[in-house]
């Protein structure tokens, strides 16, 4: 089985700041990771994912996130934010073998002008 | 692509009620998951299906809930009867399964189900 934790259930900032957003899973099998934006009103969109190779992934929007095995961590990260990004983020874990992916309580991003 | 489509989008009815939430997945894909969210609990997920055959329904509450796959391009999930307590939004969403890659889940845009 595997679960996530999301470290912080908000993060206020400024536009223009950088941003790390944290996540840690634990799972005693081989994983994938996701983060996944929410914007108000509106489903879940995925941001970025891992799955193999590079620990270091690229998403939409400008995000990042690392994958830290040693630290069973998966943070996302921005250099600089927009209003824009103010939103719910989602970090969530699968087992490499299933479908049933687990995601985190969330942490809502709020990018002040 | 129109993507997964859910309906309602809003649905306020009283204690004892049943309500019946639906989905249309994105065409071609042949997993389908139903996800309820709430303050409380984060987002759960409630059940999943394979070609139209229940996979894991292990995150279904309790008896009051059911959900169906007809055909491969419509689910319905039913509350019978509704409880304060079912208040949450229903996300539905749709994959396809790939032999070498992972499988995005794509996401509807929910049903907000309050129950008075």
């Known amino acids: 089985a595997q679960s996530v934790t999301q470290l912080d259930s908000q993060v206020p900032v400024f536009e223009e700041a950088p941003v790390e957003l944290r996540c840690n899973y634990s799972s005693s099998v081989s994983v994938y990771l996701f983060w996944y934006v929410q914007y108000p009103n509106q489903g879940l969109q995925l941001l970025l994912k891992?799955?193999?190779?590079?620990?270091l992934v690229k998403g939409i929007n400008g995000f990042e996130a690392e994958f830290n095995k040693s630290q069973t961590s998966f943070h996302l990260r921005k250099p600089s934010v927009h209003i824009s990004d103010t939103a719910e983020y989602f970090c969530a874990v699968r087992g490499t073998g299933g479908f049933k992916t687990i995601f985190g309580a969330g942490t809502r991003l709020f990018v002040k002008a | 692509d129109a993507g997964v489509i859910q309906s309602p989008r809003h649905e306020v009815t009283e204690m004892g009620q049943e309500v019946t939430l639906r989905c249309k997945p994105i065409?071609?894909?042949?997993?389908l998951f139903w996800y309820r969210q709430t303050m409380m609990r984060g987002l759960e997920l409630l059940i999943y299906f394979n070609n139209n055959v229940p996979i894991d329904d292990s995150g279904m509450p309790e008896d009051r809930f059911s959900a169906k796959m007809p055909n491969a391009s419509f689910s319905t999930l039913k509350i019978q009867p509704s409880e304060p307590r079912d208040s949450a939004v229903y996300f539905c969403?749709?994959?396809?399964?790939?032999?070498?890659?992972?499988?995005?889940?794509?996401f509807g845009p929910g049903t907000r189900l309050t129950v008075l």
């Open positions: 969403a749709s994959s396809l399964a790939r032999r070498t890659s992972y499988n995005e889940q794509f």
């Open positions: 065409s071609g894909h042949d997993y």
């Open positions: 891992y799955l193999s190779g590079s620990t």
